[in-house]
């Protein structure tokens, strides 16, 4: 069955960096789309950032646009998502995301941002 499994989240300042990854299995993961997801205490979940199978298109909403980048690592089954000049609104629970015949994501890593 389809496992994602989200690593790379924390505490960080804000203007800081961080690293999220997400390790993928149970499908074949070089031909779908993935995505990542981010949900604010209390809020519905928000798809922030989306990638093709190839890699060789992305999409951003535009809280995060010119500041995160989505990648994906085909050979590792590694779909990542690089976070800089974090802001305070940017603390969420982070779930990697794909959709292989219905909507599947992980467990999500917490993102904290606060001096």
């Known amino acids: 069955q389809v496992q994602l499994v989200e690593s790379g989240g924390g505490l960080v300042q804000p203007g800081g960096s961080l690293r999220l990854s997400c390790a993928a299995s149970?499908?074949?993961?070089?031909?779908?789309?993935m995505g990542w997801y981010r949900q604010a205490p209390g809020k519905e979940p928000d798809l922030i950032a989306s990638?093709?199978?190839?890699?060789?298109?992305?999409n951003y909403a535009d809280s995060v646009k010119g500041r995160f980048a989505i990648s994906r690592d085909n050979a590792k089954n590694t779909v990542y998502l690089q976070m800089n000049n974090l802001k305070p609104e940017d603390t969420a629970v982070y779930y990697c995301?794909?959709?292989?015949?219905?909507?599947?994501w992980g467990q999500g890593t917490q993102v904290t941002v606060s001096s």
């Open positions: 990638i093709t199978s190839t890699g060789g298109s992305t």
């Open positions: 995301a794909t959709w292989v015949g219905r909507r599947h």
């Open positions: 149970g499908f074949t993961f070089s031909i779908y789309v």
